[in-house]
């Protein structure tokens, strides 16, 4: 399917973010609309690209104005949008509420005493009002003409009709005082109120839009760690070049203390990174020849060329930049419910404003339309659903960048919302719970006299006949002699015998490596079978001389991820194509209680939907492309960074380290934003349900309603922002 993603101007609330998906969906061809209120983007999904006017005339139609641009432009245009948008914000503000603050001063009793003449002159009020009406509010009487001409309320409908009663009523107060003379009514305008409201409304937006753009912190940190040059060696020269210039095939020179530009592949030297800003690991990872190193990491200690193999936006970082970004404009299921409810919501309260009109004009105390007209503002004003569109984005935006900077990839808000809900969790056996290639574990000395080096001189002898060999567990025993830095002998007549092993001469020695010959035992050989481990007999002259136990280890993190797991009542599963021994083994010292041992690759996705079948919440970790099915089937699909595109592409999640417990920190993550998102919707609901009554009592001024309106906005952004504290 086609995605295209572009800017929206003028939102500022659940029912603007609700009309402008109705819109968009109703363009032909368009199979899914996403509009996000925080990051002020939408997401159209397509099976073919829709046409550039069809977006543009689908969003003016309902008020509002499309920003389309590509994908390297957008966000620097957005970005220019807000700057410019906050400042017009910011000055019209200060003026508003400047000159709301001299009408109140010229006209609240006490207050007013100390005024001089001029600031207590109705007209000098009508004045100081109609600037605050015509040019401080205008965005929000062009946003409501617009979607009332389509038929459709929002929060500027209801800020408009509110603040307009107000203002029109006082403008006849003030040139036809003898009309409301003759009807008993107190000839006394209220500018106060309707320069308050807009003044306080526009503070209130000034502040949500400060406090948002800390919401958008972690996109900024990711690009923030780009390095913006690169020394890159050209016709036998080193050259500095802007990291834009840079091409895949470079061979580029970094040194100690150096970012590193782009990814690629070491060919010359050895260091200690610093992964920390890309995976969440704290310790320095040591990298040597062939080893990949990723963009925008920092080089500790050594000086090293690599050559560059993915520039530009295919490299890591740029992958998660756009994976968060995706995520942060993506909406969570829960979020849906408070749009439905946003898009009747405003209608409502226009007739509950209408009810409480003509309930106090008809039932009041003397100067009934006064109440009336007051009290029903103060409902409009009051029930401003802006809280409510904001409750999820803000803590959706604020999680998937909390997951960024601990190496945790989250694809969708649907995907964050769901990992709180599992409670069985499977995970694959080979390159998750284990390093995914097998290594030496342990080297038994069994003839002493012809081994006078130990452990060294039997890995060394071994190691040198292996070298010649190609087999997996060969290269286990070679990579483990290099490790210890063993010297290797050249080998004479090598040979390898089919299913057996390898031999050869050694220093005049035979050296035989692999299974037991003739009628030789080791018994301990079971116990070490029972431990999932392969094990390899060294014969030196044709004697058993030594003993050397290969098998795939498990990770570092495995068993305390395993463990936490068990703790917080999640059931865990291994899933492995290996035989049932090995399997149970490694199950036995993870603590794994349920393990589905020689499972074919393409079974794997049918023991996820067993699992389902019986009501469980399922997430399945997995790093090969025999796990893509398995994970897009899973409730939630969690693959490894290490792992293949195919995985990654079919996970929900993505775990840019290699550690296991990130599994652990993105089910906290998820409660934790869950937690934050139902705070934030029953504040949101709650401030209404509560409010609108009081309003309709009487119980509470316009101006009044119009700071409670802009504190819950306000409360709403804040409460998602505090989400970075939270310890995953």
Not at 322 to 338: D, H, T
Not at 568 to 592: F, P, S, Y
């Amino acid at each position: 399917m086609n995605k295209q993603t572009f800017a929206i101007k003028g939102m500022h609330c659940a029912s603007c973010v609700y009309t402008n998906e109705k819109a968009l969906k109703a363009i032909s061809g368009v199979t899914e609309a996403v509009v996000n209120l925080t990051t002020g983007k939408a997401t159209l999904t397509s099976e073919q690209p829709v046409d550039a006017k069809k977006i543009m005339d689908a969003v003016v139609s309902v008020g509002y104005q499309a920003m389309i641009e590509s994908p390297e432009t957008l966000d620097e245009k957005i970005k220019t949008e807000k700057i410019k948008e906050l400042k017009n914000l910011q000055i019209k503000t200060t003026v508003s509420l400047i000159l709301a603050g001299l009408v109140v001063w010229g006209s609240f009793p006490g207050l007013m005493n100390t005024a001089p003449d001029i600031v207590k002159n109705m007209f000098y009020h009508f004045l100081l009002a109609s600037i605050v009406q015509f040019w401080g509010a205008y965005d929000f009487y062009k946003a409501a003409v617009s979607s009332l001409r389509h038929r459709i309320a929002n929060m500027d409908t209801l800020v408009v009709i509110g603040t307009s009663v107000a203002y029109l009523y006082s403008t006849a107060v003030v040139f036809y005082p003898g009309f409301f003379e003759r009807l008993n009514l107190k000839v006394e305008p209220y500018f106060d109120v309707s320069t308050v409201i807009i003044g306080l409304i526009l503070l209130g937006r000034f502040l949500e839009a400060q406090a948002k753009a800390g919401t958008g912190e972690a996109i900024k940190k990711l690009i923030g760690l780009q390095a913006k040059t690169a020394r890159v060696v050209r016709n036998k020269r080193e050259i500095d070049i802007s990291i834009d210039e840079v091409v895949a095939g470079d061979l580029i020179r970094v040194r100690p203390g150096e970012k590193i530009p782009v990814d690629g592949i070491i060919v010359e030297g050895e260091s200690a990174i610093d992964e920390s800003m890309v995976t969440g690991e704290s310790m320095p990872s040591s990298k040597y020849k062939g080893d990949t190193v990723i963009g925008a990491t920092m080089n500790k200690s050594g000086s090293f060329v690599y050559r560059a193999t993915k520039v530009g936006k295919d490299t890591m970082l740029s992958q998660i930049i756009k994976m968060v970004e995706e995520a942060q404009g993506s909406k969570a299921p829960i979020q849906r419910l408070a749009d439905i409810i946003s898009s009747y919501f405003v209608p409502i309260v226009i007739m509950l404003a209408i009810s409480t009109f003509v309930g106090w004009y008809v039932f009041g105390p003397s100067s009934a339309f006064i109440f009336a007209m007051l009290n029903s503002i103060a409902v409009l004003i009051i029930a401003c659903p802006c809280a409510m569109g904001l409750a999820t984005p803000t803590a959706i935006m604020v999680g998937t960048g909390i997951g960024a900077q601990h190496g945790i990839l989250i694809k969708d808000a649907e995907s964050l919302e769901t990992a709180h809900k599992v409670n069985t969790i499977i995970f694959d056996k080979t390159g998750t719970l284990t390093q995914g290639k097998p290594s030496v574990t342990d080297i038994v000395i069994l003839n002493k006299s012809l081994l006078p080096g130990g452990e060294s001189s039997l890995l060394s002898l071994a190691a040198s006949v292996e070298k010649n060999s190609e087999h997996p567990l060969g290269e286990a025993i070679v990579n483990k002699a290099e490790e210890e830095k063993l010297q290797l002998i050249k080998v004479a007549k090598f040979k390898s015998i089919t299913g057996k092993g390898v031999e050869g001469l050694v220093s005049g020695k035979k050296i035989y490596v692999g299974k037991l010959l003739g009628s030789d035992t080791y018994p301990e050989g079971e116990s070490l079978k029972d431990q999932g481990k392969t094990v390899v007999y060294t014969y030196i002259n044709e004697k058993l001389s030594g003993v050397i136990a290969i098998a795939d280890t498990i990770k570092e993190s495995a068993k305390e991820a395993i463990l936490t797991l068990n703790k917080m009542g999640i059931d865990t599963v291994m899933i492995t194509g290996d035989n049932k021994t090995t399997a149970k083994a490694i199950g036995k010292k993870l603590g794994i209680k349920k393990i589905l041992a020689e499972v074919m690759p393409q079974d794997k996705e049918q023991e996820v939907k067993k699992f389902q079948k019986e009501g469980r919440v399922v997430a399945m970790v997995g790093d090969g492309i025999n796990d893509a099915p398995a994970l897009a089937a899973a409730n939630i699909g969690i693959a490894m960074g290490t792992g293949t595109d195919v995985a990654i592409e079919a996970a929900g999640i993505t775990l840019v380290n290699k550690n296991l417990m990130s599994v652990v920190s993105a089910i906290k993550l998820s409660k934790q934003t869950m937690k934050t998102i139902k705070l934030n919707l029953f504040w949101a609901f709650a401030y209404n349900v509560v409010l609108i009554p009081v309003a309709m009592m009487g119980l509470i001024s316009p101006i009044l309603a119009s700071g409670a309106m802009a504190i819950s906005s306000i409360s709403v952004v804040t409460n998602s922002l505090l989400l970075k504290k939270a310890k995953i």
